[in-house]
């Protein structure tokens, strides 16, 4: 099992800066991708972005230029810098862990941060 606990989220202007956090304990394996997803209100659950054990990323395109995703792997940690904030980037933000092993593919759900953007 592996557990999530995130944070970051608050409420910002538009056009201001948020950086959201995602620390993941318990059983790691080593082969695994990390990432955001979000949900507005009266949507479903959407990707925003990903990071894997390569460094590969992949952006939604609404957020491309505007976010970048890091993690620092001695932490078992991913961040989301956002940058550059629209009101349609509000929603629940909820960090994902993905991991291969032996057994198949895996995912985590983080506990979800809300995220604001308003005047």
């Known amino acids: 099992q592996v557990h999530l606990v995130e944070s970051g989220g608050g409420l910002v202007q538009p056009g201001g800066s948020l950086r959201l956090s995602c620390a993941a304990s318990?059983?790691?394996?080593?082969?695994?991708?990390m990432g955001w997803y979000r949900q507005a209100p009266g949507k479903e659950r959407e990707l925003v972005a990903t990071?894997?054990?390569?460094?590969?990323?992949n952006y939604e395109n609404s957020v491309k230029g505007r976010f970048t995703i890091s993690r620092v792997y001695a932490k078992n940690t991913v961040y989301l810098q956002m940058n550059s904030l629209k009101p349609e980037d509000t929603a629940v933000y909820y960090c994902?862990?993905?991991?291969?092993?032996?057994?198949?593919?895996?995912?985590?759900w983080g506990q979800g941060t809300q995220v604001t953007v308003s005047s």
């Open positions: 990071i894997g054990t390569t460094g590969s990323t």
């Open positions: 318990g059983n790691i394996f080593a082969i695994n991708t």
């Open positions: 994902n862990f993905r991991s291969w092993s032996t057994s198949g593919a895996q995912d985590y």
